[in-house]
């Protein structure tokens, strides 16, 4: 009977490697503690001295139409920007030790991940909902979403819960996850912060600008549809992962498809309808934003109520995608860097 032999694979795809697990390693143990500094606030400081030179510009700001071509020069280079700088520190500091350009590459990458923020944040409101103590919950909550929550009744802030996480697990873990392991693939620890760093960018950017309201209708412009561009094939991917781990992939395909589509962002409502159908719940409907109401679709079926178990489930699923995406991630890095098989 043949003998099945491996190769051993380069020094660069275990160092690469390895800076991803220790970069997964760290987001799950260490998360973002709010006192400790990270990259985004250094985003978000620069976007808005952008924004305010912008509006006021000469004392009176720019025209409609100069907003919209500094929103597309902003959408376009702050991503380069950070992408750019961040790999070339780490690849500047690599000439100089290769243990060093990979811790460096290790943190960064893990600010790019969400996923313990993410944990964090829905238990923060979670735990005095569970206690009974919805002011409390209301409170928190209001930290994370941007409806208005004082009048949230009990069932109401667990859905606003779900949808964050549902959400944001695709651009704040799987997205910036996605694009760190092709620049691994591409380019090494280079690669990988630097393409990472410019999602996590231009993700800051949506955030902060990305609006279709007034005064950020012309500046946000840009920034939201790229936006919505990059994180078109993750968030798909995404909703294939939920759909395999939920161990029901037709339905879930099946509720998306029939679902999504209402859903005015061409990502969002995927990502939430995913995890719905997933849980076998139903999220959207009714939400308050400044006292204007908003109607959201439904999105899956209502076969059983919300619970706090409900976005504990979904935080599960998140981290088992992630770990199934790294594994296929580390795979791909040993076949790309030397790692070969055969009998």
Sequence with gaps: MPALWCSAPSPTAVITGGLWLGAAIADFVI????????????MGWGIDRYRRAIWHWRGRGLSPHGQRRAGALLAGGYPLLWGGMSGLVVYGLGRWSAIAAALLAALWLASCLAGRSLRDAAWDVLEPWQQGDLATARDRLARYVGRDTADLD???ILRAVLETVSENATDGVFAPLFYGLLGCLLGGATGAVGLAMAYK??????????????????????????????TWLPCRLTVLTVALLSGRPRRVWRLCRRDAPADPSPNAGWSECAYAAALGVQVGGENCYRGQVKVKPLLGDRDRPLTPASSAQALTLTRYGCCLWLGLGLLGLGLRHGLHCGF
């Design 201 to 230: 960018a231009l993700s800051t950017l949506d955030s902060m600008v990305g609006y279709r309201e007034a005064p950020y209708t012309d500046l946000g412009w840009a920034s939201a549809r790229l936006e919505d561009g990059a």
């Design 31 to 42: 998360g973002d503690p709010w006192t400790w500094p990270h990259p985004v606030q250094a």
């Design 154 to 156: 009990g069932p109401e």
